[in-house]
C-alpha cells in the first residue's frame, strides 16, 4: 500500500484492514504471524543465499543481484508506459455527498450518514453509484438515506466477482458456460 491509503485505513475514528476493511483492533499484535515469518526460511532470488523471512527484507535492500533480479521483472512486465491511474475510477473511497468529507469506505459513508446526516433532505448525488460504469454522476437521488439503506447495506465486491468493465452479454455467456462445466 501506498502511505496515504494506509493511512486512511488507519485513521483513529475507524481502523480498518487495508485488505478486507474489517474493523482493526488497537495493540494486538499478530503474535502467530510474527513466529512463522521469524521461523520460515527462504532462499534469496539473486543471490540464492538461505536465510528467515524476518531477515529478506534488510537482505534485499543491500543485494545488488536481488536488485537486478527485481528490474529485470519489472523491464518484463512493463511492455508499454505505466497507466495513469487517474484513467481508473475509485470504487473502494467516496466523499460524502452532504458535507463532503472524504475516503469512506462503502459501510463508513452509510454509517457516516446515518449518524450525520439523517434528517437532511437536500437531493445529492450517490457518489458510490457515480463511481459504476451503469452510475449517472448526474443523477440527484430524491430520498439518498434511503437509497443508502436500500442499496450500499454491503458492498458488491463482497458478494460478487465482477468486472465492471465488462459487457454485460459477455458476463451472461461466460455464467451459462460454467454452469454447463459444473453439472
Not at 543471490?47 to 535492500?61: F, I, P
Request: net charge positive; hydrophobic share 30%.
Amino acid at each position: 500500500f501506498c502511505t496515504p491509503c494506509l493511512q486512511e485505513c488507519l485513521k483513529p475514528k475507524k481502523p480498518v484492514c487495508g485488505v478486507c476493511r474489517s474493523t482493526l483492533t488497537p495493540g494486538s499484535r499478530a503474535l502467530d504471524l510474527e513466529k512463522q515469518i521469524e521461523t520460515t526460511e527462504t532462499t534469496c532470488n539473486g543471490c540464492n543465499k538461505k536465510m528467515y523471512l524476518s531477515k529478506m527484507r534488510s537482505h534485499a535492500a543491500s543485494c545488488s543481484k536481488y536488485q537486478n533480479y527485481i528490474m529485470e521483472g519489472v523491464k518484463a512486465v512493463t511492455k508499454e508506459p505505466l497507466h495513469n491511474t487517474r484513467n481508473f475510477p475509485n470504487r473502494f473511497t467516496f466523499p460524502c455527498p452532504y458535507c463532503s468529507e472524504k475516503n469512506f469506505d462503502q459501510e463508513g459513508l452509510v454509517e457516516h450518514c446515518k449518524a450525520l446526516h439523517s434528517m437532511d433532505a437536500k437531493q445529492v448525488v450517490c457518489p458510490i453509484c457515480a463511481s459504476m460504469p451503469w452510475g449517472d454522476p448526474n443523477y440527484r437521488s430524491a430520498n439518498f438515506m434511503e437509497h443508502l439503506q436500500r442499496r450500499h447495506r454491503f458492498s458488491y465486491d463482497t458478494f460478487v466477482v465482477r468486472d465492471y468493465d465488462a459487457d454485460e452479454d459477455d458476463m451472461m455467456e461466460q455464467v451459462l458456460m460454467r454452469s454447463l462445466r459444473d453439472k
